[in-house]
């Protein structure tokens, strides 16, 4: 089944630790995205990536880092300059950068203890 | 700037009809997407337009006026499985680049 999984799931994190988020696709979509989301504000973007081996600042990029190596995959990472890093994380893919629908992963709840 | 309002929460009972508005405002306003989330899920693609008018998909179906900068999802013969967020998203190429902007999400709980 084609489809985006991100794991884990759920993941507690000290504070001052860094955090890896996966996020894996096989719908052969070029572009990947990683939003944030916190109780009563809407979905902000983080980091984009229209191709292979490049990425983009969203609107709320620091404290975090990417890497696109494969194009199947973007993992996230949660850096400890990151001040507020406990929300829910979605990863999403779309054929093309700009297309129409932007398809969704399953999110990572992160805590930071 | 860029903004899209949405009501926080809304009611409705079982079998009913809902409507759900959303207004924006954008520079560079190029379609506009609704999505379905249900809690601790990820939001699942429910209906675009980029004209103005009616698009029906079913029991939903969602409308757009582009002058207005104004939408709405319209749910029908409403479940219980319908209750869930209700994300109004609008795509904006400022900047060079189409990008997603989201709304706060509309928060709909139906009852028996």
């Known amino acids: 089944d084609g489809g985006i999984t991100q794991s884990p799931k759920y993941l507690f994190r000290k504070e001052g630790q860094n955090v890896t988020l996966s996020c894996e696709q096989n719908?052969?979509?070029?572009?990947m995205y990683w939003y944030r989301q916190d109780p009563g504000q809407g979905l902000r973007l983080i980091y984009y990536?229209?191709?292979?081996?490049?990425?983009q600042k969203g609107d709320i990029a620091e404290g975090y880092s990417v890497s696109r190596e494969k194009k199947e995959s973007f993992p996230l990472t949660v850096t400890s300059a990151q001040k507020n890093p406990t929300a829910f994380y979605l990863c999403?893919?779309?054929?093309?950068?700009?297309?129409?629908?932007?398809?969704f992963g399953p999110g990572t709840r992160l805590t930071v203890l | 700037g860029q903004n899209i309002d949405q009501p926080t929460e809304m009611t409705a009972t079982e079998g009913a009809i809902v409507q759900i508005n959303c207004t924006y405002q954008?520079?560079?306003?190029?379609?506009l997407f609704w999505y379905q989330q249900h809690a601790g899920e990820a939001p699942t693609f429910l209906s675009y337009?980029?004209?103005?008018g009616l698009e029906e998909k079913g029991r939903f179906s969602s409308f757009l006026s582009r002058s207005k900068g104004y939408s709405y999802l319209l749910l029908k013969e409403l479940q219980m499985k319908d209750s869930a967020s209700y994300l109004c998203?609008?795509?904006?190429?400022?900047?060079?680049?189409?990008?997603?902007?989201f709304g706060a999400g509309t928060r709909l709980a139906v009852h028996p």
């Open positions: 998203a609008v795509r904006d190429r400022g900047g060079g680049y189409n990008k997603l902007i």
């Open positions: 999403a893919s779309s054929m093309q950068a700009g297309a129409n629908t932007q398809y």
């Open positions: 990536s229209q191709i292979v081996n490049d990425f």
């Open positions: 719908l052969n979509h070029d572009a």
């Open positions: 954008t520079s560079g306003f190029n379609g």
């Open positions: 337009n980029v004209l103005d």
